[in-house]
């Protein structure tokens, strides 16, 4: 039988058909006015897409380039800082930071759940230049409460930049940026908004920008002044990933087209979709036996399945893979074989949830031997779908 390829993967995430055509046809060169116009459209769109009046500077970098941008551009050696870790991702920023000669405080949640918020606001003192976060770990699939943790900050040390990744959170996750005053928030193309990697973007507050200018630490192409002096003229210091450019632009205007040509609604339309999904194959998934990895803060972003004993995620994802050209993705680094992660953000829908749920009910009979009836993942995940459109 004919098996289309599915990629259920956290980034990259399956691609919008309009962004690759735009793609295909992005053929003009950075330095002339059909570019400046491209570009300067997507920094208005990528701005009420991310909820934000500050400037959000575009670079030619995957994700990662824009979280080593924030700690290069914000900090000095011997800053103090504080990460806040509970999965691989968190486990980066504490890599870049020391990369960058600061010296970190870490607070370590368990893979799995979130931070104690109690214990954040023990170890966070007024001489932290910054606190490091995710908004959303990709590696466990938990949610960090950003808004909660931004409170704190201000309660606590109101002069600490926050710097939140939402590399996964953005398009998943509701967050009032500069209502809860994030001085930094990270977001890149391979996750919700439906193009490949390539590029990253990030949202900065005044007084971050106000801090760039006494930091200390190197920067020559991650230089985040010098990219906001060409956006102001719809460029970039150097070449930019102009197809990608395009794609983000064609990807915008789909998601504003949601809503009527709203990018705000179609934003929240966005997230409700990845909140739907999320919440049906939480509840498939249960109702299959399997169990939840992070049952406790699940993000919308992906959910993560924990294998039962003796099954080991990296050959029941083979099997997932052989049967039925299904992509999800297995734990990284030691949680590998011990559970499948299935992405919700971007362009999945309802369709491809319920597929997905369905060739777990195949592979829990048939490979795992397990004693489960067909449709009964499915008809959890329909109950999730139905009452969520009643809303
Ligand atoms: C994907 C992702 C990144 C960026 O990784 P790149 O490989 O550089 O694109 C960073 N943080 C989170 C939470 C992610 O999901």
């Not at 770990?137 to 109101?158: I, M, Q, W, Y």
């Not at 900065?204 to 991650?222: G, Q």
């Not at 999945?348 to 397990?370: G, N, P, S, W």
Request: hydrophobic share 45%; glycine share 8%; proline share 4%.
């Amino acid at each position: 039988m004919i098996r289309k390829v599915r990629l259920y993967t956290p980034g990259p995430t399956p691609l919008l058909p309009a962004a690759q055509f735009a793609m295909a046809s992005a053929d003009m060169h950075h330095r002339t006015q059909e570019f400046r116009t491209l570009f300067l459209k997507v920094l208005a769109q990528l701005k009420v897409f991310v909820g934000t009046k500050n400037d959000v500077i575009v670079l030619s970098a995957t994700g990662t380039g824009a979280m080593e941008a924030s700690v290069a551009n914000l900090t000095s050696p011997g800053d103090k800082v504080l990460v806040l870790t509970a999965g691989k991702f968190g486990e980066r920023w504490t890599g870049i930071v020391k990369a960058f000669n600061c010296a970190p405080d870490v607070i370590t949640a368990p893979y799995g759940q979130t931070f104690d918020l109690a214990e954040v606001r023990k170890a966070l003192k007024p001489e932290h230049k910054a606190i490091f976060v995710q908004a959303t770990e990709t590696s466990t699939g938990v949610r960090h409460d950003v808004e909660a943790l931004a409170k704190l900050r201000n309660e606590v040390a109101p002069n600490t930049l926050l710097i939140v990744d939402a590399i996964t959170g953005l398009g998943t996750t509701k967050f009032d940026v500069d209502g809860c005053g994030i001085d930094v928030l990270i977001g890149g193309s391979q996750k919700a908004v439906m193009i490949p990697p390539g590029l990253s973007y990030l949202a900065v507050s005044d007084r971050a920008w106000a801090a760039m200018e006494t930091s200390k630490n190197p920067r020559y192409y991650f230089d985040l002044r010098k990219e906001r002096k060409n956006a102001v003229k719809g460029e970039s210091a150097y070449t930019p990933a102009v197809a990608l450019i395009a794609a983000l632009g064609a990807a915008l205007d789909y998601i504003a087209n949601q809503a009527g040509g709203d990018m705000a609604a179609g934003r929240d339309a966005l997230i409700h979709n990845a909140e739907t999904n999320a919440a049906a194959t939480r509840a498939g998934l249960q109702a299959l036996g399997f169990s939840l990895f992070s049952p406790t803060a699940p993000s919308a972003a992906c959910t993560a399945m924990a294998v039962p004993e003796g099954v080991n995620s990296t050959e029941l994802i083979k099997v997932i893979k052989k049967r039925f050209a299904a992509a999800p993705t297995d734990g990284q680094g030691e949680m590998a074989g011990k559970m499948v992660r299935i992405a919700h953000l971007g362009f999945f829908d309802y369709m491809d949830t319920i597929a997905f749920v369905a060739a777990m009910e195949h592979v829990a009979r048939d490979t795992m031997k397990q004693d489960v009836a067909f449709g009964a993942g499915v008809a959890a995940a329909q109950k999730v779908y139905a009452d969520a459109k009643a809303v």
